[in-house]
Structures are given as structure tokens and as C-alpha cells.
């Protein structure tokens, strides 16, 4: 009896395969073998090689970036859509996405839609921050380490376990979160700086004080 397949079937085995053969290993011969379907299903699908590569680029931006950052922008409360994020991120396929940041450096499509992936993944970081943080290069220095947290994490080798990188996420919402609440115990981190209200007794003073002679 034939196997039926999906056309998701073929993203969801390329996926599989990155994750244990890194992208040397994604072969037509093989994604068919994993399937257990000839080459002949495989062109029932897609016309060639080339364009299999271009709809997988698509299906891995579209369900493990656009949807998810969609979804993240729905919740209104800052510290809420971070956790979202951190939930997301840590639920990503860490090791075929490995694959295909070393697939990047070697094919120029998988480069721009990794480039692309990844200025995504930091805009909704900063935008989700930006309205506590205030200054846009402040808000745009916090997205960036938490990109640098989860691409150093896909690029270390052995793949660690994902609570170290829910781990580095969660101290960096922590730090942002102990910032706001003006909490003296945080810890420092040189050229984090958060809003600070004025002190209504502070104005009061220096309104009473008069000008100085």
C-alpha cells in the first residue's frame, strides 16, 4: 500500500533531517527515504530540487517566525508578550535551525531568509520594549542581546539543554523588570538605564527653594 504524504510532510522531514545531518545531509534520495515514498510523490508536489528549497525557506519563516511574532504582538501587557516570546523561543527546533545558519553561510537564498528571520525575531523584541525603555537605541541594545542569547545557544556545540537558554532569557526579563520597579538589589549592568520618575518631593523642594543668589 502507498504511503500517503502531505505536502507539509516533506517540511516537517527536511526539519528532521537538519536536525541530525546538518544541511549536507537534506538530499532529494533521502527526504524520500525518510518518507518512505518514491521520487515520483515528490514531484507531485514541487517541480524541482530548487523549488522545494524555496517553499521549505517559506513554510520555516511562516511557522516558526511570522505566526509566532504575530501571535506575540496580540498581547497587550509588555511582560506578558516577553514570557510569550521566551515560550516561543524555547519551543523553536534548535538544532535543525543550527543547520540552517551553517546551510546560510553557504547559499545565498537560505542567507537572506535567515537574515531575515532574524530581524524579525529582534523587532518584536524591541518593539515590545521600547515603551518602557525610552531611548530606541536602548530598547534596540536590550533585542539584541536577547537575539545574541538565542543564536549563541543554536551555535554551541554540543547542543545544550534548552532550559540553559530559557534560563538566559528569563535574566534578562528579570533585569529589565527589576530596572523598572527601581529595585536596588538588581544587579548592575553598565549602560542599562531605565526610566526614572521624578521625585514629586525632589520638584517640590526645588520649587519652594527659589532662585539661588
Not at 515590545?128 to 538565542?150: D, H, M
Request: with cysteine; proline share 6%; hydrophobic share 40%.
Amino acid at each position: 500500500m502507498a504511503t500517503i504524504v502531505r505536502r507539509e510532510d516533506y517540511f516537517d522531514a527536511a526539519l528532521a533531517i537538519l536536525a541530525t545531518n546538518d544541511h549536507a545531509g537534506l538530499k532529494q534520495a533521502r527526504l524520500c527515504s525518510h518518507l518512505e515514498v518514491t521520487t515520483g510523490s515528490f514531484y507531485n508536489y514541487f517541480e524541482s530540487w530548487r523549488h522545494f528549497k524555496e517553499e521549505f525557506l517559506q513554510h520555516w519563516l511562516e511557522h516558526q517566525t511570522l505566526q509566532l511574532t504575530a501571535a506575540a504582538r496580540l498581547e497587550g501587557s509588555m511582560p506578558r508578550r516577553l514570557r510569550l516570546l521566551i515560550d516561543f523561543a524555547c519551543g523553536l527546533p534548535h538544532s535543525a535551525e543550527s543547520a540552517i545558519r551553517g546551510w546560510a553561510h553557504s547559499d545565498p537564498r537560505v542567507h537572506e531568509v535567515q537574515c531575515q528571520v532574524d530581524e524579525l525575531r529582534y523587532a518584536v523584541v524591541a518593539e515590545a520594549v521600547a515603551p518602557i525603555l525610552g531611548p530606541k537605541e536602548t530598547a534596540e541594545q536590550f533585542a539584541r542581546t536577547a537575539l545574541y542569547s538565542l543564536v549563541g545557544y543554536q551555535q554551541s556545540l554540543p547542543l545544550q539543554d534548552v532550559s540553559s537558554l530559557r534560563w538566559s532569557l528569563d535574566f534578562l526579563l528579570q533585569t529589565l523588570l527589576c530596572r523598572i520597579d527601581q529595585d536596588p538589589s538588581c544587579p548592575r549592568t553598565p549602560g542599562f538605564r531605565s526610566p526614572r520618575p521624578r521625585s514629586s518631593t525632589t520638584s517640590a523642594s526645588r520649587a519652594n527653594a527659589g532662585p539661588q543668589s
